[in-house]
């Protein structure tokens, strides 16, 4: 049942909605409700958002609103919509559907053909363009090319995590390596490392054999 | 450095390395050419701090660690008790010959390792990181020439390379430019083989440490992202998983891990665990050749060093060198 977060005037055609949400009709692309019946009842005649002509008690919003629906609109409006406006739902039966196979040409006998609406929906052919799937993934296209020479492609790389085994072991290799220098013997201040180094280099590079 | 012997690492001397922990099998396992000579002529051993050729100790002396059975060089190969330093598998990976050899694997390890600890985390980096570097030092104890000292995480760090190939080979379609990554990986390792043939370096602790990475790569990382994508699972190392094809944490719900995988799912989980059990198979077979078979391969030592002079002859015991 409707949350009644929102009032209808009875009956008749209304110049004016109260603004409204009811989360039962948040999603109207999940939905897939029938095409309302249009006829010569509606034809030519403006309508009005939602409850007027559907089949459905007073108080209860109609299947075919949506919160996508700018109700700002009243009937006499239809020549001036604004061009970026939203599909007015009960033109097309729900929100983002044209109905059960219905087409735009369709189910619009009655209009004129000049509301800009026309032309958007010519060349749009998918109404839910207001409708975010955030789960679809992106087409593979774009895919090649994400991962530069030298990077990691495993999902997860580039994290921030603090690399602690190689820092810890790498202390630990240095440390070790000081300590094999220092057992090594060298005559000098073994804390320095600029003689020890030198040290290093003398004791080996006099040493080189050489080689024809 | 140059005394008994030059280090071309620019590092202590070998009887150094061998006293503080390097792979050195005389002090691991007995040794035909050593417990089985004869006391007229005994295998010598040069002391930690020999500078010249002519300071000789017992075996005991030169490993240290609380010292090992000296041979009592009665001809006996199986001398009872038989020296056992087992962490001479493990030290090692902290130990290193020299400047030139901890510069580069400092390089390495600060570099592409850690990149691979932040897409892995620790503790899958810490268990390859270790496990490839035992394996590299134990394939050297059943085929390096007896006499070489090793020492290096050249095993280990080779075993983070494997996965950057299997990370590389896992998600290709998704690279610029994939051809070129694999050369540079094939490139890496020519390098370092070849070196490895020099002497003083042990190429089985490459090749061991790679080989390891590989076996254990498969089973620790991810599967590859085209297996990902179709079985549409979570994307993170992370605790908190996401995707819809990921089914609950195992310790959480063990028995619902495995409820209604795909086909998919549950073949790439039997390679892992026959490449696991692999694993321990080889580990188990070489273990038991270094301490009970000791089956040697002649030919094997020409793995880690070229016939030119006597390199491969470095590390060979023959009496009466004093080593």
Redesign the interface.
């Known amino acids: 049942m409707a949350s009644g977060a929102y009032s209808y005037g009875g009956g008749g055609n209304h110049a004016q909605q109260q603004p409204y949400y009811d989360p039962e009709f948040a999603h109207p692309s999940s939905q897939s409700t029938p095409a309302p019946p249009y006829g010569a009842s509606q034809g030519g005649h403006e309508y009005s958002h939602g409850s007027a002509q559907k089949h459905n008690q007073p108080g209860r919003p109609s299947p075919f609103d949506s919160v996508f629906d700018d109700n700002a609109y009243p009937s006499g409006s239809r020549h001036n919509t604004p061009g970026g406006g939203t599909p007015q739902p009960g033109y097309y039966g729900d929100t983002g559907y044209y109905g059960q196979g219905a087409s735009p040409a369709a189910s619009r006998p009655n209009l004129n053909d000049d509301i800009p609406l026309q032309d958007r929906t010519a060349k749009d052919g998918d109404m839910n363009d207001h409708v975010y799937d955030a789960?679809a993934p992106k087409p593979g296209g774009k895919?090649?090319?994400?991962?530069?020479?030298?990077e990691?492609?495993?999902?997860?790389?580039?994290?921030?995590?603090?690399?602690?085994?190689?820092y810890l072991?790498?202390v630990?290799?240095?440390a070790?390596?000081i300590?094999?220098?220092v057992?090594?013997?060298t005559p000098s201040n073994p804390l320095c490392a600029a003689s020890l180094?030198a040290d290093?280099?003398s004791?080996?590079l006099?040493?080189?054999?050489h080689h024809d | 450095m140059i005394k008994p012997q030059f280090n071309p690492m620019i590092g202590p001397s070998t009887q150094v390395l061998i006293n503080m922990g390097a792979r050195y099998a005389p002090c691991m396992h007995n040794i035909k050419a050593i417990q089985g000579a004869t006391a007229d002529r005994p295998i010598l051993f040069l002391c930690p701090n020999a500078t010249t050729n002519t300071a000789i100790c017992p075996l005991s002396t030169l490993c240290g660690f609380g010292g090992v059975p000296d041979p009592i060089f009665d001809g006996n190969a199986d001398q009872t008790p038989a020296p056992d330093q087992w962490f001479r598998f493990i030290i090692p990976i902290f130990m290193h010959a020299g400047i030139i050899h901890i510069g580069f694997n400092l390089l390495l390890q600060l570099t592409v390792a850690k990149e691979m600890e932040q897409a892995i985390g620790s503790i899958r980096f810490f268990l390859v990181y270790m496990s490839a570097g035992i394996f590299g030092f134990v394939m050297g104890g059943n085929w390096a020439a007896p006499g070489i000292a090793s020492t290096g995480a050249s095993g280990s760090l080779f075993g983070i390379i494997a996965l950057t190939l299997l990370d590389l080979l896992y998600s290709w379609s998704e690279r610029r430019s994939p051809v070129k990554d694999l050369m540079f990986i094939i490139l890496d390792m020519v390098i370092a083989f070849v070196l490895g043939l020099l002497p003083g370096l042990d190429n089985y602790s490459h090749i061991g440490g790679f080989l390891m990475g590989l076996a254990l790569g498969i089973c620790v990382l991810h599967s590859p992202n085209s297996l990902r994508r179709r079985l549409d699972e979570g994307s993170a190392y992370s605790a908190v998983h996401g995707g819809q094809g990921l089914g609950p944490p195992f310790f959480k719900d063990p028995i619902g891990f495995f409820k209604g995988r795909k086909p998919l799912w549950w073949a790439w989980w039997i390679i892992r665990v026959a490449v696991l059990i692999g694993i321990i198979v080889v580990f188990v077979v070489l273990l038991k050749n270094f301490y009970a078979d000791r089956s040697t391969c002649e030919w094997c030592k020409y793995l880690s060093c070229l016939p030119i002079k006597d390199w491969c002859d470095l590390g060979v015991i023959k009496d009466p060198n004093a080593h």
């Open positions: 789960n895919r090649r090319g994400n991962i530069r020479v030298g990691l492609g495993m999902i997860g790389a580039g994290t921030k995590r603090i690399p602690f085994v190689v072991f790498s630990i290799q240095a070790v390596f300590a094999e220098i057992k090594n013997g180094v290093l280099l004791r080996n006099h040493g080189l054999p």
